[in-house]
């Protein structure tokens, strides 16, 4: 069955060909394989299923809608392009897809409390949101430099009823705070669940965002056979950890004949310091309990990365995504702060559909493969999340002011 996939099935040590496993310290090894167990039976269990399914619809507003872009496809005069609709979603992303599972599953382990790292602030929201909704306690950990860039996500976090806590360690962003969350987790693991935000960190944290995250692709596929009676030939999405990208892709990847595709964030180019693009630029190694690529310094420490996106700001990848690039089964591309902020501008008027800054690096390269495919091609397009957060940012990037 697993066909093309052999090199990126997972195994029982949480590793997807060469890349995952759990690289974590005693003090979580009990954690992991708690959460492994709670994980495995919750997920064969029809009533947990039947719950998290009914909040996906009614809370989260799922099924996401599958659009026909029809000015997008006539101006790029080749495939046609559909664009799953993720923004819609309550929250503007697809990070509730992943939230509300995990706070689901820790509710049912008896947790009361959640912890979370966030970046540009999305995960946090959506990690609150879901808190407030199911009633747990939630802390949320972020870098300093982030919670001033992103203010209004730090009041929106603390009026959902979370604490914000400040990461001052590092550079202040990100991928401090996800180090900042696991050392917090091994003090308070009695009664508290790690929600991580991305398809990264020790098994089984990438399998189970994976899992949740793929009602993505098992929606698009049954909705583009239903609307063109195939399936498409290519999948784009944009890659920071890579979860909106490996659910876009997961109940595609047996089929060969589509073409998967992530568009990492190169910042101002892959060959320059100021990038993200990890898969291109990137080298295995082991960090945040995982082995996967990860951007690094000559001395083969982990680079500070650059990215126009807080959400594509991290210096590694999902380790199903470093299996499915070197299996060659996915594709990677790098996406410069130009292009993405170009093709935010250009769905916008063209859609009348404002995509986030990190979406608008899929955006952007689906406007430089679409015109060199035939009309009787298809292409799905993710639109991992809505813009409104990054209109003052790109405002700025084009020289103009906004006065609230
Ligand atoms: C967080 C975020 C991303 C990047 O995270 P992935 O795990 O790679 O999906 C992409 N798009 C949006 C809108 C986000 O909020």
Not at 249 to 274: N, Q, R, S
Not at 276 to 289: D, I, K, M, N, R
Request: with cysteine; net charge negative; aromatic share 8%.
């Amino acid at each position: 069955m697993m066909g093309a996939m052999t090199n990126a099935a997972i195994d029982e040590r949480g590793f997807f060909g060469a890349y995952g496993g759990q690289y974590v310290p005693e003090t979580l090894m009990d954690a992991l394989r708690e959460l492994e167990e709670a994980y495995g039976r919750a997920k064969n269990d029809p009533t947990f299923r039947a719950e998290l399914s009914a909040l996906l619809d009614e809370y989260a507003g799922r099924p996401s809608r599958l659009f026909y872009a029809r000015r997008m496809t006539e101006d790029l005069g080749g495939a046609k392009v559909y664009l799953k609709r993720e923004d819609l979603n309550h929250t503007g992303a697809h990070k509730i897809n992943n939230a509300l599972g995990q706070c689901l599953l820790a509710k049912r382990m008896g947790k009361t409390r959640v912890i979370a790292e966030t970046g540009a602030g999305q995960h946090g929201v959506a990690t609150a949101t879901c808190a407030a909704l199911l009633g747990l306690a939630c802390t949320v950990y972020m870098g300093v430099k982030d919670m001033d860039r992103q203010a209004l996500n730090v009041y929106r976090m603390r009026l959902l009823g979370a604490e914000v806590c400040g990461v001052t360690s590092g550079t202040g962003t990100l991928q401090d705070a996800v180090s900042e969350a696991f050392a917090a987790w091994a003090s308070c693991l009695d009664d508290t669940h790690y929600v991580v935000g991305s398809c990264v960190g020790p098994h089984p944290f990438p399998e189970m965002v994976r899992d949740f995250q793929a009602v993505i692709s098992a929606e698009s596929r049954e909705q583009i056979l239903l609307r063109e009676g195939r399936l498409p030939d290519a999948v784009i999405a944009c890659i920071g950890g890579g979860s909106n990208a490996i659910g876009s892709f997961y109940h595609f990847i047996e089929d060969e004949g589509v073409e998967l595709i992530g568009c990492e964030g190169a910042g101002h180019g892959a060959d320059t310091p100021d990038t993200a693009a990890t898969l291109t630029a990137g080298a295995p190694a082991v960090y945040h309990g995982m082995r996967t690529y990860f951007c690094q310094d000559d001395q083969g420490g982990i680079a500070p990365v650059y990215s126009i996106s807080a959400g594509l700001d991290y210096p590694g990848v999902g380790p199903e995504h470093a299996a499915l690039h070197d299996a060659g089964r996915a594709r990677y591309v790098p996406v410069t702060d130009d292009e993405a902020v170009d093709a935010f501008e250009y769905l916008s008027r063209t859609e009348g559909i404002i995509p986030a800054i990190e979406s608008s690096h899929a955006i952007a390269y689906a406007r430089t493969l679409v015109p060199t495919m035939r009309k009787d091609q298809i292409v799905i397009v993710t639109v991992s999340g809505r813009g409104d957060k990054d209109v003052a940012a790109i405002a700025r990037y084009r020289g103009e002011r906004i006065h609230d």
